[in-house]
C-alpha cells in the first residue's frame, strides 16, 4: 500500500506538474522534486516499516545475481571461454608447471574442463 502511494507521489510531482512547484515564496525545479521526493518516499518507507523489507530484497537478488554467476554452467564455444583456457595453457607452461589446479594429471594431457568430443580441446604442451 505504501509502494503504491509513494508512487502516486512520484507520478503526480514528475508527470502531472511538469514544470516547476511554487510553494510559498520557493520554487522547485526538477532535481530539487526528485530529491523532495526521494526523501519523502525514505521517510514513508521508513515509517510503515517497509524499508527495511525492500534493503532485504534487493540484498537477496544481489546474492542471487553472484551466485549465478559463479556457478553457472560455461559455454565451451563462447570466446571468454577459449581465451581463459589458452592463458591458463600459457601459464601453466610459463611456470613449469603441468597442473595448475593442484590434483595429479590423469587425463593424458587434455584440460579437464574440455570435452573430448568437442573439437575445440586443446592439448598441454609437454615440457
Request: net charge positive; charged share 20%.
Amino acid at each position: 500500500m505504501v509502494l503504491l502511494l509513494c508512487a502516486g507521489m512520484w507520478f503526480y510531482v514528475m508527470v502531472v506538474k511538469p514544470g516547476p512547484i511554487v510553494v510559498g515564496e520557493n520554487e522547485y525545479d526538477e532535481p530539487k522534486k526528485a530529491i523532495a521526493c526521494g526523501g519523502a518516499t525514505l521517510v514513508l518507507l521508513m515509517l510503515f516499516g517497509q524499508l527495511l523489507k525492500l534493503l532485504g530484497i534487493f540484498a537477496l537478488c544481489a546474492i542471487l545475481v553472484g551466485l549465478h554467476l559463479l556457478f553457472r554452467q560455461r559455454n565451451m564455444k563462447s570466446k571468454f571461454t577459449r581465451l581463459a583456457e589458452e592463458t591458463k595453457l600459457g601459464v601453466a607452461t610459463m611456470y613449469g608447471g603441468d597442473d595448475l589446479e593442484g590434483g595429479h594429471d590423469v587425463s593424458g594431457g587434455v584440460s579437464s574442463n574440455i570435452d573430448m568430443g568437442n573439437s575445440t580441446a586443446h592439448r598441454r604442451p609437454k615440457q
